[in-house]
């Protein structure tokens, strides 16, 4: 089992930014690839960036290329989303997620195991 809780949501202007963190604990930490997810009132929850085992790969959507970045410190057991030029569309819950079983960062929502509880991010325009 992982517990995962994330922190950092909140409420921003757009062109704003906000770094989310997801603190793990449990199994050992860098046996997972991480991911973030997003969804947004009446949407199906969607893919947004994952990272591999060791940090060195990472994935992203087209809608959060070069503006959101995802990193991970296996020493502190932490998986981070630093969100950069946010617009309104990007309102949503954000959660993260382990995959024990993915060979590298993967955009499927049921290869990840483990799932937040979500955080709160609204971008007022």
């Known amino acids: 089992q992982v517990q995962l809780v994330e922190s950092g949501g909140g409420l921003v202007q757009a062109g704003g930014s906000l770094r989310l963190s997801c603190a793990a604990s449990?199994?050992?930490?860098?046996?997972?690839?991480m991911g973030w997810f997003r969804q947004a009132p009446g949407k199906e929850r969607e893919f947004v960036t994952s990272?591999?085992?060791?940090?060195?790969?990472?994935l992203h959507a087209d809608s959060v290329k070069g503006r959101f970045t995802i990193s991970r410190d296996n020493a502190k057991n932490t998986v981070y989303l630093q969100m950069n030029s946010l617009k309104p569309e990007d309102t949503a819950v954000y959660y993260c997620a382990a995959a024990a079983a993915a060979i590298g960062p993967t955009v499927l929502v049921r290869a990840y195991e483990y799932w937040g509880q979500g955080t709160q991010v609204t971008v007022s325009s």
């Open positions: 449990g199994r050992t930490f860098s046996n997972y690839v």
């Open positions: 990272i591999s085992r060791n940090g060195i790969n990472t």
